[in-house]
């Protein structure tokens, strides 16, 4: 199974060229820049973390598509981008700078796309009433410019070079509509963690839905988000040293945090991920509600734990077939900087070892 690592796309180019050099010495498989417009915390709140010391303020997010051409050239590490939406970019702006990418980096790019995130959308003005339509929009005019130069209709085209290879498109998908999208335009699919079997009738429309469209089966990647450790025990001890770090369950729907018997700050109708916004909860509350977050409720979406641990988690998705893994790592942003360094300058090498035997 393949490794790839997210970039922190955060602060400075110099933190992500330090990132990548750690990268190439682990022999991650590929790197991703993400694309928020705002980061995962409330600044308010990001004091508490021991990450602020070095990252001092969690909303210093940069543009990705930059990031990609300014280290692209340096590694012959693949750049991918993990993802962007169709809502602040359309189709045929997204073709044109995956294919500038693909040419820009050394190990090829690609364009990972989703139907978008509230926190990214809406503070800034976009319209955030029809994503999975825009999105289905774009990934007809993506795939028509890549494959045949041209739009699918009228006289738009590219003159970008195409022989030498076209980058990747991979989608972020979980409901049956993207998961069809998926499967009729990608070449990969990036979901996050769900169980097992969710996962496999996931996987099953998308195969479905390719073989319909006369397309290979999209590569099946497996985007967890983790927290490394010397064990899961030590996971949990810092979990509780840094209690604001549990406020990563804010990323799952109501309903889960209702069956562990709390109330989600975001209301009783939040999604999760697609509709919290943490900038809108004052900190205040935020501190509060981040010392009675269980542990069971964080492992709902985080995978907690050393490498041999981690690698457990994955392979019953190897079975079901799983490829490659996507670390959305956010160790880095739990332990203070040299704890951080320590901790995955460790793990990781194990982690790329043992999947090799998935």
Same mark, same amino acid.
């Given at each position: 199974m393949r490794l790839g690592l997210l970039l922190p796309t955060m602060q400075s180019l110099d933190v992500n060229r330090m990132a990548l050099r750690g990268a190439e010495v682990v022999g991650v498989d590929d790197v991703w820049v993400l694309d928020h417009m705002m980061g995962l915390?409330?600044?308010?709140?990001?004091?508490?973390?021991?990450?602020?010391? %070095? /990252?001092?303020?969690?909303? &210093? $997010?940069?543009?990705?598509? +930059? @990031?990609?051409? %300014? /280290?692209?050239?340096?590694? &012959? $590490?693949?750049?991918?981008? +993990? @993802?962007?939406? %169709?809502?602040?970019?359309?189709?045929?702006d997204l073709a044109r700078a995956a294919l500038t990418l693909q040419d820009a980096c050394r190990g090829g790019f690609t364009l990972g796309i989703g139907s978008g995130e509230a926190e990214s959308i809406l503070p800034f003005g976009y319209d955030y009433s029809a994503p999975v339509a825009m999105v289905e929009s774009a990934l007809r005019d993506i795939r028509s410019l890549l494959d045949h130069g041209r739009m699918p209709d009228g006289v738009g085209r590219t003159g970008l070079p195409r022989e030498g290879g076209i980058p990747g498109v991979w989608v972020a998908a979980h409901a049956p509509r993207m998961l069809r999208l998926t499967g009729t335009y990608a070449d990969g699919w990036l979901p996050l963690a769900s169980p097992v079997d969710r996962y496999r009738a996931q996987y099953d429309v998308i195969k479905d839905a390719a073989k319909r469209a006369g397309r290979p089966t999209p590569v099946a990647s497996l985007v967890p988000a983790t927290i490394f450790g010397d064990s899961r025990e030590h996971v949990l001890t810092v979990l509780e040293q840094v209690p604001v770090a549990r406020l990563i369950a804010y990323y799952l729907p109501a309903a889960t945090w209702h069956a562990h018997g709390l109330e989600h700050p975001g209301g009783p109708d939040c999604r999760g991920q697609v509709d919290i916004i943490p900038h809108t909860i004052p900190a205040e509350q935020l501190i509060e509600i981040a010392a009675r977050i269980p542990v069971e409720l964080v492992e709902e979406l985080v995978w907690l734990g050393n490498a041999e641990e981690i690698a457990a988690r994955?392979?019953?998705?190897?079975?079901?077939?799983?490829?490659?893994?996507?670390?959305?790592?956010?160790?880095?942003?739990?332990?203070?900087?040299?704890?951080?360094?320590?901790?995955?300058?460790?793990q990781l090498p194990r982690l790329k070892a043992l999947l090799a035997d998935l």
């Open positions: 915390t409330h600044p308010g709140v990001w004091p508490l973390f021991p990450a602020s010391v %070095a /990252l001092p303020d969690p909303d &210093a $997010l940069l543009d990705p598509f +930059c @990031v990609a051409a %300014a /280290l692209g050239p340096t590694t &012959a $590490l693949p750049m991918g981008l +993990c @993802v962007t939406d %169709a809502t602040r970019r359309r189709g045929p994955i392979a019953p998705y190897a079975e079901v077939g799983t490829t490659h893994l996507m670390l959305g790592d956010v160790t880095g942003t739990t332990y203070a900087p040299a704890e951080t360094a320590r901790v995955l300058g460790t």
